[in-house]
């Protein structure tokens, strides 16, 4: 079954720490792994990775795709504030479908 | 990336009631999407809206409560029927990026409140 598996579900950290999201993914046919912030309501993009081992990188934010081992991380460093939201993976599989993973929420406090 | 602009951003609604949903989009698109959140949820497919067909539907969604119109490239509209408490959720319509279509854009969403 094609599924998305993110971790940790919550995760709460202090200004200026580093944190580490995970994302594992099962599907045939991939095509792509995104990732988006959600603060409100609207998921804003932030990477797209189809490539293994190549880091996608903006601002504080960096994200790596495994697709030997079927993962992929992205990292903030220098926490801020302003990164408080919930962090969604994307698997898109076949033409046009994409699956969505649960979700992290990442709480930085001051 | 195209800008797309999704109305009402919330609404409060009395059981039994329909709402629609609009979503306007600044540039012409093949594929609008529907997704809905649910409470502490991730976001899980509606339906996809081609300009010209009958919307596709994801197992679980029929055309009876969702249905969908696209009567342009630019435009589609989401109604949510006879509406129930569990239909209190986030409504979000998206589009494939023109340029890489692995990308999907969404727009700010609706937030539904049934009582």
């Known amino acids: 079954e094609d599924k998305v598996v993110q971790s940790p579900l919550s995760l709460v950290v202090h200004e200026g720490d580093t944190v580490t999201l995970n994302c594992s993914y099962e599907?045939?046919?991939?095509?792509?792994l995104l990732w988006y912030k959600q603060e409100k309501k609207a998921p804003t993009f932030l990477f797209m990775l189809?490539?293994?081992?190549i880091e996608k990188k903006s601002g504080r934010l960096s994200s790596i795709l495994d697709k030997k081992e079927l993962f992929s991380i992205l990292n903030i460093t220098a926490t801020q504030t302003g990164d408080s939201a919930v962090y969604l993976c994307?698997?898109?599989?076949?033409?046009?479908?994409?699956?969505f993973g649960a979700g992290t929420r990442l709480t930085v406090k001051p | 990336s195209a800008v797309i602009s999704q109305k009402p951003s919330r609404d409060i609604c009395q059981r039994g009631t329909s709402l629609t949903i609009q979503c306007q989009v600044d540039?012409?698109?093949?594929?609008m999407f529907w997704y809905r959140q649910q409470p502490g949820q991730s976001l899980t497919l509606i339906a996809t809206?081609?300009?010209?067909?009958?919307?596709?539907?994801e197992s679980g969604f029929v055309i009876d409560k969702f249905p969908i119109s696209r009567p342009n490239l630019t435009f589609s509209t989401l109604t949510v029927s006879n509406m129930s408490p569990e239909d209190s959720s986030i409504y979000l319509c998206?589009?494939?990026?023109?340029?890489?279509?692995?990308?999907?854009?969404f727009g700010a969403g609706t937030r539904l409140s049934v009582l």
């Open positions: 599907v045939t046919n991939f095509r792509s």
């Open positions: 540039s012409q698109v093949t594929m």
């Open positions: 994307a698997m898109g599989y076949n033409n046009n479908d994409m699956r």
């Open positions: 809206a081609n300009q010209g067909s009958e919307a596709t539907y």
């Open positions: 998206s589009v494939e990026d023109q340029g890489s279509k692995n990308i999907q854009y």
């Open positions: 189809t490539s293994s081992g």
